[in-house]
């Protein structure tokens, strides 16, 4: 059933190398204290109880799935979630980056990053159920009235209740503006909500004792639309005034879905028939309270996808040192064996080198990103605080879209690598492309995401929020522009940087005669700046092992050959990228809806 | 469940208008008689049973998939295979291209193709056990002695019996020098083999009286690798002289694999124990016998994605038009409902032509294909079926690497259209993803036929065969060159046609000074070879679409913009390629397999 070790290595590179992560941390007052042993003790402890619980739980959970019992509308996870979850919240980890108010540890999220990556790796369909509970958590700690917030949040923090979020409907999933559930106020100030969701990730579950439901549903006198929506705290178990579990709500799961992928997550079709409910934030605006949950949920995709990478390129490479066939073609590396190890092969290491790349980068890019939230959440400069969300807001659809992506490609490589095999379930290959799959689609396609990148982030705004990742990307570039040995990845990263701002501009120019052209352009355009912030970490990650590759430590030298690896091959899908989003709406668009 | 309906106009179109198959067969004395009507009559009645009988069963087989009796060794097949199979032998189709010296049709390949793709579109899992057959078939047929000839080749044609090709083992399938099968000589003439297979399709299965296995192994003086492989005819039941079944052969199967997709085909693990087998062709030339089957099994390969490709496209495109979500960016189109069909949006157009582009692309491609095999077979000219011969081989891994790509992308962008739907396994688009992941991998992974083409049948003969397609590229190209409407299509058709010449060259001279260079650029070189075949004939589609696009009969409006799109969208993949291609096996090779 293959294997997993948390790359605790390079981890501490991405951490302590390339984002000096206690330095920057000791700007913010609620993390100065924080340092690498501490960090390093916590990455240590998240890779035994991931390595060694969870992993082993993910084919299981894969093949055993969820079940329903249809007259209690109860569901039983698969053998061992519950007592692996069990174990997770003993262990305190639900509560690492939540607010001490309410139990949490205060950590840093730059620190919780490794982790969450480690959790994917070894079982994304078991984390999403405390996964999903930690976005329930930051809405609720930022629109929650006080009641709520004493009365939930420190369920949440120590994992004792897990949180959902229902927001599609049959009949709409991008569209929210066209949902149709219904909240009835009451005499006393609750709500009577009527509806059904589906699509709901861990909507049913017997890994805690209570779950809250956040919904989205309508008030009777709601406009139309998305500016009718509102947000309501529905949970499964009406808590009474001491937080001891009430009565039943009517909120139930109906059906579970079959799915491709994620068997081990319940997929729950939820029925709300007159629930109770309490609204959270303003009438109307659910939305945007429920952004701040979407926005958690978006980075979380990302991590499992590169979760993903990482275990399956682990797996992949075992194979690929292990199994002989074939000789290499310029002559025998293994003349004692009967073949050579396969990985002597150049277009096995392509295939394996692809998902190293997007894993490294994928690691990378995200830490930065973390790092970026907690400056936004902790930093004591306003401006900086700015500039941090605007990086964040900026980077969010390229975490979602890009690093899934790039798993969708990297899994199916990892598959490749092991020829038959990897179509033979259990390898566990074939599991790692189905559950990477749906990362592609929730929490907004990822066409969805190009669009909310190149019209409402960078267009909208005339670019500024890209010019602030540009600036970085100047600076790095000018600063390392005279150092001959860095030439080779500076050149590629200065060039592609020029090449975002000529083709923004250009279809930024073309918007304002069509904006179908936005729509035309996003998806490929977002892969294009993709490239550029994986360029960037690549030439920064590059000029350490430049630095080090004579210590006699080979983790540089491999980090410099997956650097050269990336610009060669990885990077040329540019060429192709803005070719298309530049190719504009007209070849979409001139052929009749009737005559496809 | 879905749907499907045979693509029967652009069937017609590719022989009719693009190949005119039936004044090409005219010079072929075996076909000159076949005319437009009994093509299209063939065609209806495949797409007939395809769509009303293969197809319902394609989503049961997927669910149910196959059971193994541990004590009889028996499988039992899906519900309702065992009973679409009668049909398909009773109404003759496993006869129609065979020889009617052993009960066949004679009919040309080309007239076959379509119905390949029905029968893929419709249920790749079920075709896989008559279309294994047809390999076996051919392979008998060739090398066969006259006894074996009457003997199995009309059961074979009949559909009486099945056949399959047993050719891996555990630890070997790309590298079939390694295998360990043994085969003792008898006093009458016959062999023993003892030995392990692994992923015999069809290897064992109710639907028909007897099972014809062919079967590699070693004779005790074999010269090791694979100049010591032999053929052997291992039948399940070994008949007698009168053709009735007799003695149950110790050739059985011992397990079933779990698989990622195509459920409905029993994978098998057989076990041979002494089993009586009979030689096909010269003892230690088993690989060039086998061939003949592996050739036309890659070619069978290709076509099962190119069936996947269009029922997905059929299905994404008819969500597309129901679906109703979100507004287009350019202002409401269906004003009258609560939101437009998503297929006003551009990048739900983007996937949905895609999948279209490479179903359409594919046929074409491989019709021509098949109709160079029909002329390889029975043109009385030798250098003409030179010729014929000399494009088939060039193009055989470009039809099962190319179009198993296209199939993976084709599909995953179908099920994309869906959303979250998509990723559900009633909606039927899943399985199309699953079932097109074995196609890259099966009769020689992808990365093996990229070396074929590149390392065998490009630089071997100094790129004698590549230029024979390169000449119907340029005259073409000097044909239309001065037409100002087919400007879009051949500057394009030509810039990359140059490209592949000088990309050819430049890998060729790199491979002299070291073979790795080979393996580094084959699998992005195929690709682009593979996209100037498709830009060849979208810009002969497109020719004949311009001359009619005003004839009043919308196809040729929508072919035209199908090619419009394939340019401005598909090919300039090739300018990724190229760059990788070029970046040569530095960057793959530097790292030690010990420090990835």
């Known amino acids: ?107 840093p999220i730059v620190v919780y990053n490794p982790l969450a990556e480690m959790l994917n790796s070894s079982n994304q369909a078991w984390y999403m159920y405390p996964g999903l509970s930690h976005g329930a958590y930051e809405c609720l700690h930022e629109h929650g009235t006080p009641e709520q917030k004493s009365m939930y949040l420190p369920k949440l923090v120590s994992g004792q209740w897990t949180g959902t979020m229902c927001l599609t409907e049959p009949h709409c999933g991008t569209d929210l503006g066209l949902l149709r559930s219904k909240a009835e106020p009451q005499a006393d100030g609750s709500y009577k909500i009527t509806g059904g969701k589906i699509f709901i990730s861990a909507g049913e579950h017997d890994m805690a004792e209570n779950i809250v439901h956040l919904v989205l549903a309508r008030l009777p006198d709601a406009p139309a639309g998305t500016k009718g929506i509102s947000l309501f705290l529905v949970p499964k178990f009406i808590p009474n005034a001491d937080g001891s579990l009430g009565a039943r709500n009517a909120i139930t799961c109906g059906a579970l879905e079959e799915k491709m992928g994620i068997h081990g997550n319940a997929t729950c079709q939820m029925n709300l028939d007159d629930a109770s409910g309490w609204l959270i934030g303003q009438p ?42 074939m000789r290499s073609l310029s002559g025998p590396k293994a003349p004692d064996k009967p073949a050579d190890p396969i990985i002597v092969h150049p277009d096995v290491r392509r295939m394996l080198l692809t998902a190293k790349a997007y894993a490294e980068g994928g690691r990378a890019f995200s830490s930065f990103v973390a790092l970026q939230i907690d400056r936004e959440l902790n930093h004591p400069d306003e401006e900086v605080r700015k500039d941090a969300a605007d990086l964040v807001t900026l980077l969010t659809p390229i975490i979602k879209a890009f690093m899934t992506d790039n798993g969708w490609i990297a899994t199916s490589e990892a598959m490749q690598v092991h020829g038959g095999m990897g179509f033979i379930r259990e390898t566990g290959m074939e599991q790692y492309v189905r559950d990477a799959r749906i990362n592609m689609i929730y929490e907004g396609t990822n066409t969805i995401q190009s669009l909310d990148l190149l019209g409402r982030k960078i267009l909208m705004d005339n670019g500024a929020k890209l010019k602030k990742f540009g600036a970085l990307v100047q600076a790095f570039v000018e600063e390392n522009g005279t150092d001959e040995a860095m030439n080779e990845f500076v050149t590629p990263l200065a060039d592609i940087g020029d090449k975002v701002s000529k083709l923004t501009m250009e279809i930024g120019m073309k918007a304002f005669q069509n904006q179908d052209e936005v729509g035309a352009a996003a998806v490929p355009y977002l892969r ?40 060669a091959r990885l990077l040329p899908e540019t060429a192709m990228l803005i070719r298309q989003a530049r190719s504009g709406a007209k070849p979409l668009l001139d052929l009749e809806a009737e005559l496809f």
């Open 1 to 107: 059933m293959g294997q997993y070790n948390a790359p605790l290595r390079d981890m501490h590179f991405v951490l302590h190398e390339l984002l000096d992560v206690t330095s920057e941390l000791k700007a913010l007052p609620a993390h100065a204290d924080i340092d690498t042993d501490t960090i390093n003790q916590i990455l240590e402890e998240g890779a035994k109880f991931t390595s060694k619980v969870l992993f082993p739980l993910n084919h299981i959970g894969d093949v055993e799935g969820c079940r329903l019992n249809s007259d209690t509308h109860e569901v039983t996870t698969p053998t061992g979630f519950k007592e692996a979850y069990r174990q997770f919240v003993e262990a305190g980890w639900p509560a690492l980056t939540c607010d001490p108010e309410y139990g949490g540890q205060g950590l």
């Open 284 to 325: 109307n605006k659910g939305l945007n309270a429920m952004f701040v949950m979407m926005n958690a949920a978006r980075l979380g995709v990302g991590m499992q996808s590169l979760g993903l990478t990482e275990v399956a390129f682990q797996n992949a490479l075992a194979y690929a040192k292990e199994r002989l066939q």
């Open 528 to 567: 294009v700046v993709g490239h550029l912030v994986y360029s960037y970490f690549f030439a920064r990650m590059a000029k350490i092992a430049l630095a080090k590759q004579d210590s006699g430590d080979t983790f540089y030298k491999a980090k410099l050959a997956t650097a050269r690896f990336y610009f």
